[in-house]
């Protein structure tokens, strides 16, 4: 009887595993492309602190998000495109995925990052996407895509200013788009759903 009630005590201990007084042991935090955090801010102080490698899971992004690895790259590419249910953005790079930040903002406060001159960027409602490490020169000729698509109406790529840059993405309406990554080559995808 002696030894069940020590067997017990055993297996109860082992059962709580290694942790220490005190906490020692914490929970292994979780890492993947984008993490939502919210914010009111419409300019970031210091680009994002990035993952250890990028993942396909998609993220839902209804407040500000950000993630991506510490890679520098040059933006290759700038695509749009509507699908049945969403109008799709695709940025490429070259090398890895940049650390980035999606931040929902008024289109109105949209301002260019070197010059503070207002950004017009066709749409009611907005988001602005910091993309950081970013090499120079850029290989991707910068301007604007207008589009007739039902959510995504222009995407406006401006350059690069202390190694960050920054595109300005007008909307129809304020949705939450889905933000997903591929590689070979690296890409930043982002999904604006269509309303039905």
């Not at 984008?34 to 490698?53: C, D, G, V």
């Not at 590419?77 to 699908?83: E, S």
């Not at 850029?138 to 007739?148: A, D, F, Q, S, V």
């Not at 350059?159 to 590689?183: A, H, K, M, N, Y």
């Amino acid at each position: 009887m002696k030894y069940l009630g020590l067997l017990a005590v055993c297996v109860m201990l082992g059962a709580c595993g290694s942790a220490t007084v005190g906490g020692g042991n914490q929970a292994p935090t979780p890492t993947g492309v984008a993490s939502a955090s919210p914010s009111t801010a419409s300019s970031p102080s210091a680009a994002p602190t990035p993952s250890q490698a990028a993942s396909p899971t998609p993220i839902l992004a209804c407040t500000t998000i950000q993630g991506g690895t510490a890679a520098r790259a040059i933006i290759t590419d700038v695509r749009v495109g509507t699908h049945p249910g969403y109008d799709r953005l695709v940025i490429e790079f070259s090398g890895g995925l940049p650390a980035y930040k999606l931040v929902p903002q008024d289109p109105s406060t949209f301002v260019g990052p070197a010059s503070g001159i207002p950004v017009k960027v066709a749409g009611k409602y907005g988001y602005h996407l910091y993309i950081y490490n970013m090499d120079i020169p850029p290989t991707y000729k910068l301007g604007n895509i207008l589009t007739e698509y039902p959510e995504l109406r222009q995407v406006v790529v401006t350059g690069v200013f202390e190694g960050q840059g920054d595109l300005f993405i007008g909307l129809d309406r304020s949705v939450c788009p889905v933000v997903s990554t591929l590689s070979s080559p690296s890409r930043l995808v982002i999904d604006f759903p269509v309303q039905q």
